[in-house]
């Protein structure tokens, strides 16, 4: 059964940092896209950095130069290394694995983690 499973967040105070984990298990042919969303109360879930296999990044204007994702496709790992950390980059984190397939002829499917919170305290 394919699964997310993050780890790494909690409370922190501004300016700090964090790193938050994400593992992939399950049957694992390939996941084509990685990344972390996240998802402030009352406001709508939002794109905060993306990896594809190849190692290509996407980040939201709001955490570049303070957010890197990165990932480790031998463990099916993708990370996201924080940095100069803020009250407004508090909310729950979800991982995303996009175009995950089973075998090489599977329909590719989208996978979400549970979510780990952020708080940044001022």
């Known amino acids: 059964q394919a699964q997310l499973v993050e780890s790494g967040g909690g409370l922190v105070q501004a300016g700090g940092s964090l790193r938050l984990s994400c593992a992939a298990s399950?049957?694992?042919?390939?996941?084509?896209?990685m990344g972390w969303y996240r998802q402030a109360p009352g406001k709508q879930r939002e794109l905060v950095a993306a990896?594809?296999?190849?190692?290509?990044?996407n980040y939201a204007d709001s955490v570049k130069g303070r957010f890197t994702i990165s990932r480790d496709n031998a463990k099916n790992t993708v990370y996201l290394h924080m940095n100069s950390l803020k009250p407004e980059d508090t909310a729950a984190y979800y991982c995303?694995?996009?175009?995950?397939?089973?075998?090489?002829?599977?329909?590719?499917?989208?996978?979400w983690g549970q979510g780990t919170q952020v708080t940044v305290s001022s």
């Open positions: 990896i594809t296999s190849g190692g290509v990044t």
């Open positions: 995303n694995a996009n175009n995950w397939k089973t075998t090489a002829w599977g329909i590719p499917r989208d996978y």
């Open positions: 399950g049957r694992i042919f390939s996941i084509k896209d």
